[in-house]
């Protein structure tokens, strides 16, 4: 088995190409959404930001009653996709998300007085919902792309959605529109993809339901149970501390999430949106899944551990010396530093949840979900009576060192090195993290200075790994471009 199988090997290496895809083709538009969170950042007051996620928060607790993990499913299946199962998930899930639409439309005052919200927070709220109908629209054309792992031309629809809301949230929240600027960024922005799916990837709506189909979809349904307590574990406990923190003190966590999973988000979003269809192609080769696993590793771990080390030392800098920020956000650098530490972890154990997900293993990750639920749900209100709104951030760490067990159950799939997979990325970060942090410490006195010995730290990291690891890091590279 140390040959790779042609089907397989074309598999690895169109997964590596489809990362590289989403990552590279993602990238200006990744610039673009992070200056426009600062500008936001900078114009809106915490409190504002902290109704912008708990409306947030309040959407996607709605979402999780709309979406029965059919796409999932059909991505998981190994058998052919028929036009059945396609119609099936279609029907059910636009059907779902307009009845729910319909519902909290009716609901929205009854609503606006249980969470004190205002009349630009209620319209955001229903147009966040309305978004879940129209986004089953492009279920089935993007569900087709990832089977496919045509990653290159799915990106595209992304792409068109991605400028059209961040230019139109950037005009209007310049122009003092407030939490107007996002309804209309997400309205809008939603509704104009939707042709760009169906020109890449054609599709012919139909409307019908095929038990056969329902059969087939069941593992989409133990798929949302683990979704429906991950959004118990956080966007359901979002909406809970509503009522025991302030909105400026929910603002304050949600300025330190955003940027802390910035990176997150980019990279390994990226990695396990390809490696989901890639490990479910490969599961039955033990081989070939342990060096698709251990790759993964590898590259999410050499750019996210610099990354975030990076973040937390420079964050207290950041929050000084940005223009027009006058420390407005220096109360949120403790809970940027937890998360910025949950987001290390969380990047490595999403991998290993994806593979069991990829595999058939739902029941498992569905037990590990618990377990995660159940910490978060005990700890967060302790953490919170003794640090306040930074018991949040603390407790969510404290979970993700959960990792260990993850790592144990994995290896009851297929035996693969954790260890070995990230000891030359953690080795760079941290020789490079003490230097950055003695660097700032001594020498940083503006943005200008913050800017220029992060460059510094960010060259000797990429030396200092090139030498410990660039022989692997080279080969991989020949694999994906001479590879066909």
């Known amino acids: 088995m140390e040959e790779f199988d042609t089907?397989?090997?074309?598999?690895?290496?169109?997964?590596?190409?489809?990362?590289?895809?989403?990552?590279?083709?993602?990238?200006?538009?990744?610039?673009?959404?992070?200056?426009?969170?600062?500008?936001?950042?900078?114009?809106?007051?915490?409190?504002?930001?902290?109704?912008?996620?708990?409306?947030?928060?309040?959407?996607?607790?709605?979402?999780?009653?709309?979406?029965?993990?059919f796409g999932a499913a059909l991505i998981q299946k190994k058998d052919k996709l028929t036009r059945e199962d396609t119609t099936t998930t279609f029907t059910l899930q636009s059907s779902v998300t307009l009845a729910i639409f319909v519902i909290i439309f009716v609901l929205k005052d009854f609503i606006a007085r249980g969470f004190n919200l205002a009349n630009d927070a209620v319209i955001l709220l229903l147009v966040l919902v309305f978004t879940i109908f129209v986004s089953s629209f492009k279920t089935i054309p993007s569900i087709v792309l990832e089977r496919k792992i045509h990653f290159h031309k799915l990106i595209f629809p992304q792409i068109v959605e991605s400028l059209v809301f961040n230019a139109i949230l950037l005009f209007l929240v310049i122009n003092r529109f407030g939490l107007y600027s996002f309804s209309w960024a997400f309205f809008i922005s939603s509704i104009v993809s939707i042709p760009v799916?169906?020109?890449?990837?054609?599709?012919?709506?139909?409307?019908?339901?095929?038990?056969?189909?329902?059969?087939?979809?069941?593992?989409?349904?133990?798929?949302?149970?683990?979704?429906?307590?991950?959004?118990?574990?956080?966007?359901?406990?979002?909406?809970?501390?509503?009522?025991?923190?302030?909105?400026?003190?929910?603002?304050?966590?949600?300025?330190?999430?955003?940027?802390?999973?910035?990176?997150?988000?980019?990279?390994?979003?990226?990695?396990?949106?390809?490696?989901?269809?890639?490990?479910?192609r490969l599961q039955d080769d033990k081989v070939?899944?342990?060096?698709?696993?251990?790759?993964?590793?590898?590259?999410?771990?050499?750019?996210?551990?610099?990354?975030?080390?990076?973040?937390?030392i420079a964050a207290p800098f950041v929050i000084r010396y940005f223009p027009k920020w006058q420390n407005k956000w220096e109360p949120a650098v403790i809970s940027l530093v937890f998360f910025s530490l949950n987001a290390i972890v969380s990047s490595l154990s999403g991998i290993l949840v994806n593979v069991l997900d990829s595999t058939g293993k739902v029941k498992t990750t569905l037990k590990l979900m618990v377990v995660w639920t159940t910490l978060t749900w005990v700890l967060t209100p302790i953490f919170i009576k003794i640090w306040g709104y930074n018991g949040v951030s603390i407790a969510s760490f404290l979970v993700t060192l959960t990792i260990f067990y993850t790592v144990y159950l994995?290896?009851?799939?297929?035996?693969?090195?954790?260890?070995?997979?990230?000891?030359?990325?953690?080795?760079?970060?941290?020789?490079?993290?003490?230097?950055?942090?003695?660097?700032?410490?001594?020498?940083?006195?503006?943005?200008a200075s913050l800017i220029f010995f992060s460059v510094i730290s960010g060259l000797f990291y990429s030396v200092l790994f090139y030498l410990i690891a660039g022989e692997e890091v080279i080969g991989d590279f020949k694999k994906i471009i001479f590879k066909k």
């Open 197 to 280: 799916y169906y020109y890449i990837q054609p599709w012919h709506i139909g409307v019908g339901v095929d038990r056969k189909s329902l059969g087939h979809l069941r593992f989409g349904l133990q798929f949302q149970l683990k979704n429906i307590l991950a959004t118990i574990k956080d966007d359901f406990l979002t909406v809970i501390l509503t009522k025991f923190l302030s909105y400026t003190q929910i603002g304050y966590i949600g300025f330190a999430q955003k940027l802390a999973f910035f990176v997150f988000r980019y990279v390994v979003d990226s990695v396990t949106k390809v490696t989901f269809s890639a490990y479910s």
């Open 7 to 69: 089907e397989k090997e074309h598999i690895g290496l169109t997964s590596a190409k489809g990362v590289a895809a989403l990552a590279s083709r993602t990238f200006i538009l990744n610039l673009i959404s992070f200056a426009t969170s600062l500008v936001i950042f900078t114009i809106l007051t915490p409190r504002d930001v902290g109704v912008y996620v708990a409306v947030i928060a309040i959407q996607r607790v709605v979402s999780f009653f709309t979406d029965f993990g």
């Open 410 to 447: 994995v290896k009851q799939v297929v035996q693969f090195s954790f260890l070995k997979s990230i000891y030359k990325p953690f080795f760079a970060t941290t020789a490079m993290g003490l230097l950055f942090y003695f660097l700032s410490s001594l020498f940083v006195t503006s943005m």
């Open 288 to 312: 070939l899944l342990r060096r698709a696993i251990e790759k993964s590793l590898f590259f999410v771990s050499s750019l996210m551990f610099p990354m975030l080390c990076g973040l937390i």
